[in-house]
């Protein structure tokens, strides 16, 4: 009986020791396995250097190839095509002909401004005539009159009053015709002046009656054949058509609307880069001209950069994907524009210190490209050129370890200390 007290005694101890031995070897997994998916809980972060870097901010925006010049060249006058000398592709001169119109009425109105010039001619050799005989009569009565005057009053009653006169009348009549006779000839040069004035409004309308090249250029349409009624180009005229389009394509003038947000960082001068879509080229050139004024209904500011086209190669209307530098800053100390926390004003990066602890700094931003920005640090970060300063703030720096990431960065990059980048 003793013995069988002991074996079960024994059983009883080996099966608590079983027991106890499953129970801890379970506690201990389990704590395992909790230690895995804590760290599991927290998510890897990239870790990027703080590098120095040359940046430029560029504006990049899409536009399209202008001719210099592009006119719809018509006719002064009213007329029909007598001749037309070019077609479409046509590259013509400044002053070369274009057309020839046929104005009959306007030859016949020239011819009568010319007669009527003559005329006033004529009418002022008549009228100097008339001054000449005016003058001649005038100078005898007067002569008439003086000697009769001297001979009454040398001797009383020699002559008779009513002779002297008569001889004084006669006098101040002739007088009165000369004066007369020079206002003809005056009216006549006034009515001469007239008729040239006439007979140059006639000849210059002729010479509109020759439609010629306001610049050099190439026809890029044209709307009337030889025959046509062209009518004359007036704003007043609803009916009028064009003879021709005339482009200057040996220099081209690219415009773009710079948006409202940079237009006060452009400044004539500034280089730009265009890339040309249908030649696959990029081609470099300036600001030459700016509106300095936003357009009202779209908010941006028209921008003109001139290209030389005498080779030929840009043709108007090509598209172009043109980049144009705002701002440059040499050496900048630049992290990826990822990495930074920004709520309105404010930014915010995590740095990694030495002591692999992740501290939230804030710092002001300055230029960027498409990829990383210049920060400037207000924590003394070393390098930064700002060593010391705590401008921004008791709390502007601040430190937690680095299991704390996930619950303190809503993105995914840390920093080193900028002492290991520089």
């Not at 009053?161 to 003809?184: H, I, N």
């Not at 026809?219 to 609803?238: E, H, P, Q």
């Not at 440059?328 to 740095?351: G, H, M, Y």
């Not at 931003?365 to 401008?391: A, K, N, Q």
Request: net charge neutral; aromatic share 6%; hydrophobic share 40%.
């Amino acid at each position: 009986m003793t013995k069988k007290k002991w074996i079960w005694s024994v059983g009883t101890l080996l099966a608590a020791c079983l027991v106890a031995w499953i129970w801890l070897g379970r506690g201990s997994t389990e704590t395992g396995m909790h230690h895995v998916v804590a760290d599991a809980d927290i998510p890897p972060a990239a870790v990027a250097r703080v590098e120095r870097h040359n940046l430029g901010s560029t504006l990049a925006i899409a536009g399209e190839f202008k001719a210099f010049q592009d006119v719809d060249v018509h006719a002064k006058v009213a007329g029909y095509i007598r001749k037309i000398y070019v077609d479409v592709g046509d590259r013509v001169k400044e002053g070369q002909t274009i057309a020839v119109l046929e104005v009959p009425e306007l030859a016949a109105q020239l011819t009568g401004t010319e007669a009527s010039v003559r005329a006033a001619q004529e009418q002022i050799r008549k009228a100097e005539g008339d001054v000449q005989r005016a003058k001649s009569a005038h100078a005898a009565a007067h002569s008439a009159y003086a000697r009769l005057k001297q001979a009454a009053d040398s001797r009383a009653g020699l002559v008779a009053q009513q002779e002297v006169d008569d001889t004084q009348a006669k006098d101040l009549g002739t007088e009165a015709q000369t004066a007369s006779a020079e206002a003809e000839l005056a009216a006549a040069k006034q009515q001469l002046e007239v008729a040239q004035a006439n007979q140059k409004q006639y000849t210059a309308l002729s010479s509109y009656t020759r439609i010629v090249a306001p610049f050099a250029g190439v026809i890029t349409n044209r709307y009337a054949d030889t025959g046509a009624l062209i009518a004359a180009g007036t704003s007043s005229s609803t009916q009028a058509i064009p003879v021709v389009r005339l482009a200057q394509t040996s220099k081209l003038r690219l415009v773009l609307p710079i948006p409202e947000s940079v237009a006060a960082q452009i400044h004539l001068g500034d280089p730009v880069k265009v890339q040309v879509q249908a030649l696959n080229q990029e081609i470099e050139g300036k600001v030459c001209r700016f509106a300095d004024s936003l357009d009202r209904a779209t908010r941006t500011m028209e921008t003109e950069i001139d290209f030389d086209n005498r080779a030929g190669h840009l043709i108007p209307g090509m598209y172009t994907e043109t980049r144009l530098s705002l701002r440059e800053k040499k050496n900048a100390l630049t992290i990826p524009l990822q990495a930074v926390s920004r709520n309105d004003e404010e930014a915010t990066v995590l740095a990694v210190t030495a002591d692999n602890v992740v501290e939230e700094r804030k710092v002001r931003l300055g230029v960027e490209d498409s990829t990383r920005i210049s920060v400037f640090y207000h924590c003394g970060m070393p390098g930064s050129g700002d060593r010391g300063r705590r401008d921004a703030g008791a709390h502007a720096c601040r430190p937690f370890s680095a299991d704390q990431y996930p619950r303190r960065c809503g993105g995914d990059f840390l920093f080193r200390d900028a002492a290991t980048a520089d």
